[in-house]
C-alpha cells in the first residue's frame, strides 16, 4: 500500500522569506507522480507542482520548486519570496490516476 | 473554464437519515472520486468511478455508497449518517490516459451529523 506523510502539521514564515515543507512517501509502483496542492482557507483545492517519478530533474513552476530525493522517498516543496496569498494547506499526494495523500501542513505567512 | 460543483457547502443532518452529496464536473472527465477530509488524517479516497455505472471502493468505504447514471455526475450516499461521518468531502475528476491526470476538485461539503 501507498504511503505518504507529512511530518509539520503546521508552518510559519515572514513574508518574502523562504520556506520548505517535507513529504516523504512509500510505494511499490515503479512508475508513479507526485503532486503538491494547495487549500487556501474556504476555497478549493488547486494544484501547485507535479514531478513525474521518472524525471531526475526537479520540476519547478515559477516561486515553487521541488527537491526530488527518489533514493529516499523525498519530495519537499519550496516557496520562495513567499506572499500573503500563499497561506493555505498543502498537501503532498503520490500516484497517478488514484491518489494517496499526506496529512496537510498548514502554512502561515507572517506579514 | 473547468468546474466541479458540489451541491452544498454546509450541511447538517441527524443520526439515520440518509444523506445524498452531489457532484457534477463539466469537462467530460472519466474518472470521478470522493474524498474525506479531517484534520491530522489528509484526505482518504472512499470511492472512485472511472465510467458510468463503474465504481470501485477506495480505502475507506464502509458506511458509503456512490451511483454514477451519468458521466458528468457522480453521488456519494451515507445510507443512515453517524456521528463519526461529521466530516468535510471533497469530489474530484479527472481524465483517463496514460500518465498523469491533474485531479479537479470541487470546494467541498461540510456535513454536520447530530
Known amino acids: 500500500a501507498q504511503t505518504v506523510t507529512q ?3 503546521e508552518m510559519s514564515v ?21 503532486f503538491w496542492y494547495k487549500q487556501p482557507p474556504s476555497r478549493q483545492m488547486i ?15 515559477n516561486r ?16 520562495s519570496d513567499s506572499q500573503l496569498g500563499d497561506a493555505a494547506m498543502y498537501f503532498c ?19 | 473554464d473547468v468546474k466541479v460543483t458540489q451541491s452544498s457547502r454546509y450541511l447538517v443532518k441527524r443520526t ?3 444523506v445524498f452529496l452531489e457532484c457534477v464536473q463539466d469537462m467530460d472527465h472519466e474518472n470521478m472520486f470522493w474524498y474525506r477530509q479531517d484534520p491530522g488524517l489528509g484526505l482518504r479516497l472512499i470511492y472512485f468511478s472511472y465510467d458510468v455505472k463503474m465504481k ?16 458528468e455526475r457522480f453521488s456519494l450516499i451515507l445510507e443512515s ?29 461540510r456535513l454536520t451529523v447530530l
Open chain 1, 7 to 9: 511530518s509539520q502539521p
Open chain 1, 14 to 34: 515572514q513574508e518574502a522569506e523562504t520556506v520548505t515543507l517535507s513529504c516523504t512517501y512509500d510505494t511499490s509502483e515503479s512508475d508513479y507522480y507526485l
Open chain 1, 47 to 61: 494544484l501547485v507542482i507535479r514531478q513525474e517519478a521518472y524525471k531526475q530533474q526537479n520540476a519547478t513552476e
Open chain 1, 64 to 79: 515553487f520548486s521541488v527537491n526530488f530525493q527518489k533514493a529516499a522517498k523525498s519530495f519537499s516543496l519550496k516557496i
Open chain 1, 93 to 111: 499526494a503520490s500516484g497517478a490516476q488514484k491518489l494517496v495523500f499526506g496529512q496537510g501542513t498548514r502554512l502561515t505567512i507572517n506579514p
Open chain 2, 16 to 18: 439515520g437519515e440518509k
Open chain 2, 56 to 71: 470501485e471502493k477506495g480505502d475507506i468505504p464502509e458506511g458509503y455508497s456512490v451511483s454514477r447514471e451519468k458521466k
Open chain 2, 81 to 109: 449518517a453517524s456521528t463519526n461521518q461529521t466530516s468535510m468531502y471533497l469530489c474530484a475528476s479527472t481524465l483517463t490516459g496514460l500518465g498523469y491526470n491533474e485531479q479537479f476538485f470541487g470546494p467541498g461539503t
